[in-house]
């Protein structure tokens, strides 16, 4: 039986993080992923988790100035100390709420001055999350929603990962992104399973529910089950209307 996830950062985002943790529990959710959590305290997120039972699987490290336009700050020249502020920002939050892994958001950037930097910044997180068991994941965004980011491919994010050579580093495999970069889902999460430590869906191309478009989850989630991955998997969509009402694809799995 596949098990799903509820990205907080997409469903329910007219709730209070904690009152969303309860409203995904209320769903079937088997856990919960994040975005951003830092303006709710970790008081009262463990509070939701703890009268749930749910899991928080993992949230991101700051996009940095977002009146900027900026989307992460881990391959940004000149931005190394607000990159490592944010690492630790995130470490000490995850940290403190049990999640399982960071994703280290890499921002708008190009060339090998970028590559160098995010390359330190990774060993710099990785080192730090080993040992509190934290996995710290990258993630490639396809070029038509974020044309500039730093990481757009996923063959790009495991040289990097394969540079850096920590063992909790991973990719983060969302078949949105690459369905709407690369395609050929199926083939490539096998070939890249060794290297995953967390999956994430929407419906390709418009980042909707996962019960149309491009992708045919049916088939899909049943070749991830049939690898032995277990893990909940990401419900990372934009919600067409109140979320409850976007849940009819639970049953299809």
């Known amino acids: 039986?596949?098990?799903?996830?509820?990205?907080?950062?997409?469903?329910?985002?007219?709730?209070?993080?904690p009152d969303a943790i309860h409203a995904a529990h209320a769903a079937g959710f088997d856990a919960v992923e994040?975005?951003?959590p830092y303006a709710t305290s970790t008081k009262d997120l463990n509070a939701a988790l703890s009268e749930t039972g749910l899991k928080m699987l993992g949230l991101n490290t700051s996009r940095g100035n977002i009146s900027a336009g900026e989307n992460g700050l881990s391959a940004l020249p000149n931005r190394q100390s607000d990159a490592r502020a944010a690492i630790d920002e995130a470490i000490g939050y995850a940290t403190a709420t049990n999640t399982a892994n960071i994703h280290v958001m890499a921002?708008?950037?190009?060339?090998?001055?970028?590559?160098?930097?995010?390359?330190?910044?990774?060993?710099y997180a990785a080192s730090l999350s080993k040992p509190k068991n934290i996995t710290i994941l990258i993630e490639p965004l396809n070029r038509h929603d974020a044309s500039n980011y730093f990481l757009q491919t996923t063959s790009q994010a495991i040289s990097?990962?394969?540079?850096?050579?920590?063992?909790?580093?991973?990719l983060m495999f969302d078949c949105y992104h690459v369905g709407r970069t690369e395609g050929d889902i199926i083939t490539r999460f096998r070939a890249l399973l060794p290297h995953i430590g967390h999956i994430q869906f929407a419906s390709v191309p418009d980042r909707g529910p996962p019960d149309h478009g491009e992708l045919n989850y049916v088939d899909i989630f049943k070749d991830i089950t049939a690898t032995g991955y277990t893990a909940p998997l990401g419900a990372e969509y934009r919600p067409n209307g109140p979320t409850e009402d976007t849940l009819g694809w639970m049953k299809l799995f």
Do not use: D, Y
């Open 107 to 123: 921002g708008f950037a190009s060339g090998p001055e970028a590559h160098q930097i995010f390359v330190e910044n990774l060993h």
């Open 34 to 36: 994040c975005h951003w």
């Open 160 to 170: 990097i990962i394969n540079e850096v050579a920590a063992p909790n580093l991973k």
């Open 1 to 17: 039986m596949t098990r799903f996830s509820a990205n907080l950062g997409f469903l329910w985002t007219e709730l209070l993080l």
